[in-house]
């Protein structure tokens, strides 16, 4: 079945450690996308890529870095510089980025704690 | 910029009431506008969209229909079940900067039995 996947589901560092979260699609989907959601929030946009070897930031970028090297992977890095990285994580793709009507498909998020 | 503005929650309600849960939005231009649902510990599914003027979108006994005069995407369901009780998201695709999806803060709904 066609999918989001991200791994872990659960992510526990220690402060002052960067860390990876992986998202994989077999969409065939251009457009991908790292969400943060805090308790009781909405959304926040990290980062967005529209095409492989191109991404943008979204807008709470600082202390996150991202790639986009193959169509199916974007992959997040939290690092040491973000002050509260606490949170828990989404992952979604879009067929196309730059069609206004696509709806958007997420991965099961990964929840990461500071400990 | 674009804006999504939901009404707060938690909504809490009993099994067979009617759900009505507003959604106001502030774009250039025509966006889609969508209804999202998350259920504890999951990330988001696609309720039900709607992408012009006038048009309904509908799923699983949800309804919402595309406002442009008012602005709104109100999210109805003439009678919940315990199994709707889940946060429910409101958001419009951006027409500038990327086409991003502009998302509220949620909408937490409890149902009882």
């Known amino acids: 079945d066609g999918g989001i996947t991200q791994s872990p589901k659960y992510l526990f560092r220690k402060e002052g450690q960067n860390v990876t979260l992986s998202c994989e699609q077999n969409?065939?989907?251009?457009?991908m996308y790292w969400y943060r959601q805090d308790p009781g929030q909405g959304l926040r946009l990290i980062y967005y890529?529209?095409?492989?070897?191109?991404?943008q930031k979204g807008d709470i970028a600082e202390g996150y870095s991202v790639s986009r090297e193959k169509k199916e992977s974007f992959p997040l890095t939290v690092t040491s510089a973000q002050k509260n990285p606490t949170a828990f994580y989404l992952c979604a793709s879009k067929t196309s980025g730059g069609a206004p009507n696509t709806e958007a498909f997420f991965g099961q998020g990964t929840r990461l704690t500071v400990v | 910029g674009d804006s999504v503005t939901q009404m707060e929650g938690p909504v809490t309600l009993s099994e067979e009431a009617f759900l009505t849960i507003n959604c106001t939005y502030t774009?250039?231009?025509?966006?889609?506008l969508f209804w999202y649902v998350q259920y504890p510990g999951e990330g988001l599914q696609l309720l039900l969209k709607a992408t012009k003027a006038d048009d309904k979108g509908s799923n699983k006994g949800f309804e919402a229909t595309y406002r442009k005069e008012t602005t709104s995407f109100h999210l109805e369901k003439g009678s919940v079940q315990v199994s709707d009780s889940a946060v429910y998201f409101c958001a419009l695709n951006s027409n500038t900067g990327g086409f991003k999806t502009i998302f509220g803060a949620g909408t937490r709904l409890f149902v009882k039995a």
């Open positions: 969409l065939n989907h251009d457009a």
């Open positions: 890529s529209q095409i492989v070897n191109d991404f």
């Open positions: 774009a250039t231009g025509y966006p889609s």
